[in-house]
């Protein structure tokens, strides 16, 4: 049997700048945040030098977008590309996305741009803590707006402000690397300013066009149900959720979350009159990123023998700062399968984040922004890449989707994370999520057995359930992995040579 997608369901897949450009030192851009950190936080050394040499081979990469028929591909502009000081326009930079919308115009895709991802411009003192970064980034969005504005109709402004600002300035885990609360709470409303002032950019030079916001959603759901643990699950749910969509989509943030003594004082300092009007101006659709949930118990019940029993205590990632000082802590759910990115696969929490969402803030649009599975990719010996678990992991998230749909959640689209092999982040070049496989040595790339699945689902615009994965997806025997990581002297002659 299938599950079909209402018509018009808008299927895409999705990438970021600074994870496939490459050409980090070249063509007038400037470091960002992650260019330092990487060098020193990284693993093995991977950064974004080269990356998937994207800023080269985009025609190619395009080809193979079109190649799945989705309609709309989601990439970023790179901020330190088109305003390398953070301040003055590069026109080399801006060039290259005028002919990567082109690009993509002339292959029939619809061009799904958002504004910043993560990579913000190391010049900007202070990065989001400071009110002036917003300020900054109307100026960015300005400048892409008011040349991009009559070819890109789908417009996202700021992705995932929750986990860049709270791992990146309250748990030091991503740049600038802080350890300091009041930081984080200054940081995500003035990213939340700047999605604020995006918006108006679009609808002054792109009033055709659709914006939205692109927000980071893990359903927290509590470990057990002891009356602490609901309680705890409940206040992580409104500190990490509610604190995004609450601002954006009712123009305020939850009285919790205002008045909490953990986060009042951060937050008095910080607004300012008017703030929460330009945040919360109309907005055409809320982008969803969904890879998990989290399991949340009371901070001083992490070692009861009653969550000891069906869940592993924090480790490292999941000990986070900012939690304990909400009386809340994340524990893993036991006997559950992990990804080599030690998350735990649910598909059901797709369908209770998109049910949860349209509960709590009504019919919104939705689209689903990003969704995938890191996995270990390699070529085998006949030169095929085999992702069955992959397959099934996005048939099963898609048929969540579904039932959302059916329950009355007004989702209007559905990017695949990602069209490549990327950069990680701090996890490297290790956690292949692509539908597309990059060897990093050569730069070489293969479509895997979950790209010619994916293309199936968009061409059917339907979901095929309960039948056996493909047979072009299963491994083989005699293949035998290699590195998932590039070699770094090859890396490094390609940046070399292309600067």
Not at 7 to 17: C, D, E, I, S, Y
Not at 182 to 192: D, F, I, P, S, T
Request: charged share 20%; hydrophobic share 40%; with cysteine.
């Amino acid at each position: 049997m299938t599950l079909s997608f209402p018509p018009g369901f808008l299927w895409g897949t999705a990438t970021a700048a600074y994870q496939i450009e490459g050409a980090a030192a070249a063509y007038g851009r400037s470091p960002s945040i992650w260019d330092d950190y990487l060098r020193e936080h990284g693993t093995h050394g991977d950064t974004g030098d080269v990356a998937c040499d994207h800023y080269h081979r985009w025609q190619h990469d395009l080809d193979l977008a079109a190649r799945l028929g989705a309609g709309a591909y989601r990439f970023s502009a790179s901020w330190s590309r088109v305003m390398p000081d953070g301040r003055t326009v590069n026109r080399e930079g801006l060039d290259f996305y005028e002919r990567l919308v082109d690009g993509l115009l002339d292959r029939g895709l619809t061009p799904a741009l958002t504004m910043y991802h993560m990579d913000l411009p190391a010049h900007l003192d202070g990065g989001w803590s400071n009110r002036d970064t917003a300020l900054r980034f109307a100026d960015y969005a300005q400048v892409l707006t008011e040349t991009l504005g009559d070819r890109v109709g789908m417009w996202m402004t700021v992705n995932e402000l929750y986990y860049e600002s709270w791992v990146g300035y309250a748990e030091g885990a991503f740049p600038p690397g802080h350890r300091d609360s009041a930081k984080a709470v200054a940081a995500l409303h003035h990213m939340l300013l700047a999605h604020g002032l995006g918006v108006s950019a679009v609808r002054e030079h792109s009033p055709a066009a659709e914006v939205g916001l692109v927000s980071g959603y893990a359903p927290v759901v509590p470990a057990t149900d002891h009356p602490a643990d609901v309680a705890a699950a409940s206040t992580a749910h409104t500190h990490s959720i509610d604190v995004v969509l609450g601002p954006v989509l009712q123009g305020r943030y939850p009285q919790e979350y205002a008045e909490h003594p953990a986060r009042a004082e951060a937050l008095a300092a910080t607004v300012v009159d008017g703030d929460l009007d330009l945040i919360g101006a109309e907005v055409d659709f809320i982008g969803l990123n969904y890879y998990f949930r989290r399991h949340v118990v009371a901070a001083d019940r992490v070692t009861d023998p009653e969550v000891v029993a069906v869940a592993d205590p924090p480790g490292d990632f999941l000990n986070l700062t900012h939690l304990k000082e909400i009386g809340a802590a994340e524990v893993r759910p036991r006997s559950r399968h992990r990804t080599m990115a030690d998350w735990t696969p649910e598909p059901e929490g797709i369908a209770q984040m998109l049910t949860d969402v349209t509960a709590d803030y009504g019919p919104v649009p939705i689209h689903i922004t990003e969704n995938g599975l890191p996995l270990p990719d390699y070529a085998g010996t006949d030169g095929a890449v085999r992702d069955p678990e992959r397959i099934t992991y996005l048939r099963d998230h898609l048929a969540g989707i579904h039932t959302a749909i059916a329950g009355g959640a007004d989702v209007r689209g559905y990017f695949v994370w990602s069209l490549l092999d990327n950069l990680e982040w701090t996890s490297g070049f290790g956690h292949r999520f692509g539908l597309v496989h990059v060897d990093y040595a050569t730069l070489t790339r293969t479509p895997k057995a979950s790209f010619d699945w994916y293309a199936q689902v968009v061409a059917d615009n339907a979901v095929p359930t309960g039948h056996p994965v493909p047979a072009n997806a299963l491994p083989t025997t005699d293949s035998i992995p290699t590195t998932t990581r590039p070699a770094a002297e090859s890396q490094r002659e390609m940046i070399q040579g292309a600067s």
